[in-house]
């Protein structure tokens, strides 16, 4: 029969707490190793960069068993993606050589030119051109003063999207002209640019305001026309142009291998082998080397484990042959990112000696987002051999697309990692069981066994005489 007395149900119901409270504490103990977050700003969600030593010592190499909690113990939501490249743009001014296509004629044509800059106290400063744009000079049989050619050949290895002006007129005043913009890449085929582009000067009395921007397309060219509309044109006395390099931030970083391995080269010839000791995305295999005029052949292999076989990620040259102007250098492999630990590099080449000294590669860490969900502080933990699914990422799905750019921020510094020791488990010792007292204790279980007996039979020989004589 049940008891439910109104003093079961309390007992009963913490009974069923501390068994919910044992197991959410043991899943938790389950991931081995915790490092602490410090935020620097309040925020509603963060992003990190992985520290390396998750790479070292996360169970799974794609790291789905990381995880972060916050101080209820929960996990929150958290987003794993690699590292991305970021593109990143400078901005220059170059100032182009110019020519005036009618005085050209009344001086000496040089290769050179001698302009005039004010940069604090007047100085002079000399641009050089080329020999085309000489000869092109001296075909010209321009009469009117309104052509300015420009030798952009300095821009070739950049991106020009404008050009800025500079000019004076021989009176002061308020004035608003035209001018067209020609471009060619040979000197001969010249084609409009921007068409009657308008150009202002107005002078407020404080000062003068100019609108002196000419935006080029996309395509540039290696020579420009300046063609000014009107009977009064400018001196023009220098053209800038606005340049922008676009260059790549990889977010790389460099693992020296301290220790490698040469095998036998009877059995193996020139091979180098090594552990990575972590999971880490392998991008590039940077080697070091001190071999005058070197040529080889390498191959670079790698497997994820001791048991897998070797597969081929790259092969390539590497060479340091002559020197100055006349050289060429490589010294590094490029890899399909993957998390191997085990590698191995095999040399072909007529050195009979292991000519690689060093050995780097280069790896790209992980990006993880999460939501400030709940109480801090967070902790970031890794090492469960349990958790073998990655995180849902449907709740970054769902924010609005300003809300995924703009809503995490860059204010978290990572504490150093604490680890959870394993527990010891102490081998069973096997007692070595003896004979005699095996002996002793069937004897005595055998003799109570008996006693027992004779005691039952006793007991039934009363019960049988007492049933008689209440009979008669």
Request: charged share 20%; with cysteine; net charge negative.
């Amino acid at each position: 029969m049940r008891n439910n007395s109104p003093t079961e149900w309390p007992r009963k119901w913490r009974i069923r707490w501390l068994a919910l409270w044992c197991c959410a504490f043991s899943a938790q103990a389950e991931f081995r190793h915790a490092m602490p977050l410090h935020l620097t700003q309040k925020a509603d969600g963060y992003r990190l960069s992985i520290p390396a030593a998750v790479y070292l010592h996360a169970h799974n190499a794609d790291l789905r068993d990381v995880r972060i909690l916050n101080a209820a113990g929960d996990e929150v939501p958290i987003r794993i993606t690699m590292d991305e490249d970021q593109w990143r743009q400078t901005w220059s001014a170059v100032t182009l050589p110019l020519f005036n296509l009618q005085t050209t004629k009344d001086f000496p044509i040089n290769s050179q030119q001698v302009k005039t800059t004010w940069t604090g106290d007047q100085q002079s400063i000399t641009v050089t051109t080329n020999e085309a744009v000489k000869r092109f000079l001296q075909s010209q049989e321009q009469t009117s003063r309104n052509q300015v050619l420009l030798d952009a050949t300095v821009l070739s290895h950049q991106s020009a999207v404008a050009l800025e002006l500079d000019w004076t007129f021989a009176t002061a005043g308020n004035r608003v002209f035209y001018v067209d913009l020609l471009g060619s890449t040979d000197l001969a085929d010249w084609q409009v640019v921007l068409p009657r582009h308008k150009l202002v000067e107005v002078n407020t009395g404080q000062r003068v305001v100019y609108e002196n921007r000419l935006n080029l397309p996309q395509r540039t060219h290696r020579y420009y026309q300046l063609r000014f509309h009107g009977p009064v044109v400018p001196v023009v006395n220098r053209v800038t142009a606005v340049t922008v390099q676009q260059h790549v931030d990889r977010p790389l970083r460099w693992l020296p291998i301290d220790r490698f391995e040469a095998l036998d080269p009877a059995l193996h010839g020139h091979v180098l082998q090594w552990d990575t000791g972590g999971h880490y995305p392998v991008e590039a295999v940077k080697l070091s080397f001190d071999y005058q005029n070197l040529m080889a052949d390498v191959q670079l292999q790698s497997r994820p484990n001791d048991q897998a076989p070797w597969r081929v990620v790259a092969q390539s040259g590497i060479y340091e042959v002559g020197s100055g102007e006349l050289s060429m250098f490589n010294d590094r492999l490029a890899v399909p990112t993957n998390h191997h630990r085990h590698w191995r590099l095999r040399t072909e080449s007529t050195i009979n000696s292991q000519w690689v000294d060093g050995i780097e590669m280069a790896w790209r860490a992980h990006l993880l987002q999460f939501l400030a969900q709940g109480a801090g502080p967070y902790t970031l933990v890794f090492g469960d051999e349990q958790v073998n699914a990655w995180p849902d990422n449907a709740w970054y799905q769902a924010l609005d697309p300003d809300l995924q750019t703009g809503l995490f921020v860059d204010a978290v510094q990572v504490g150093p990692m604490t680890t959870t020791p394993e527990p010891v488990i102490e081998p069973e010792t096997s007692v070595q069981e003896d004979p005699i007292s095996r002996w002793v204790f069937w004897g005595l279980l055998t003799l109570v066994l008996m006693i027992l007996l004779l005691m039952a039979v006793r007991l039934l020989r009363e019960v049988a005489s007492g049933s008689g004589e209440s009979v008669d």
